[in-house]
C-alpha cells in the first residue's frame, strides 16, 4: 500500500513538473536565442508591408514566450523596448506582450508604455494594442492607470456628432 502511494505520488510530481521540463530541454542555445529575436526584431523594422511587420512582431511574442527572461542581454532589451516607438498599433501590440512576457526583468519599458497608453487608450477600432499594454504593465509589475473616458468626434456630412465612450 505505501508503495502504490510512494508512485502515486512520484507521477503526480512528474505530471506537474513536465511542462517545465520539456521547456528547459527544448529551449534553444543562448546564441541561437539572442540571432532569432535579432533577426526577427530586424523583420519588425525592414519588412515591406504592415501584415509583414505584424506577423514579425507576433513571432517575437511568441520567442519571448516561454524563454527564461535573463537570457534576453541588455542589448536586446533596450532594441525591444525601442520597437514601441512604430506608430503602427498592430505592431505595438505585440511588442508590448513580447516585453510582458520577459516578466519584471524588462521594467526599463515601463516609461515607454506608461507614455503610450494614453495615446492609444481612445484608438478607435475593434482591438488596439491598450488592452496588450496594459497587460504587459501589471506583469513588469506596474499598475497601470485606469481607462479613461473617452470622446469621439465623427463627422457626419455637415453635422458633428460626438460620442463618448466609457472604456472601463
Not at 529551449?27 to 506577423?55: C, F, G, H, Y
Not at 506582450?97 to 484608438?123: M, T, Y
Not at 497601470?144 to 470622446?151: A, N, S, V
Amino acid at each position: 500500500m505505501r508503495k502504490t502511494r510512494l508512485i502515486s505520488v512520484v507521477w503526480l510530481v512528474l505530471i506537474a513538473l513536465s511542462p517545465e521540463l520539456c521547456a528547459q530541454s527544448h529551449s534553444l542555445p543562448k546564441k541561437q536565442l539572442e540571432r532569432q529575436l535579432s533577426e526577427t526584431m530586424a523583420k519588425i523594422r525592414n519588412e515591406k508591408t504592415l501584415n509583414s511587420r505584424t506577423d514579425a512582431a507576433e513571432h517575437l511574442a511568441t520567442l519571448t514566450r516561454r524563454i527564461n527572461p535573463h537570457r534576453v542581454d541588455e542589448t536586446t532589451l533596450t532594441e525591444m523596448v525601442s520597437l514601441l516607438d512604430t506608430r503602427e498599433d498592430s505592431v505595438r501590440a505585440w511588442v508590448a506582450a513580447s516585453l510582458g512576457h520577459l516578466g519584471p526583468r524588462a521594467k526599463v519599458a515601463v516609461p515607454r508604455l506608461l507614455k503610450l497608453l494614453p495615446e492609444v487608450d481612445c484608438l478607435r477600432g475593434s482591438l488596439t494594442s491598450a488592452p496588450f499594454i496594459r497587460i504587459a504593465l501589471k506583469r513588469l509589475g506596474e499598475k497601470p492607470p485606469p481607462p479613461p473616458k473617452c470622446d469621439w468626434i465623427i463627422g457626419c456630412g455637415n453635422k458633428t456628432v460626438s460620442f463618448y465612450a466609457d472604456r472601463t
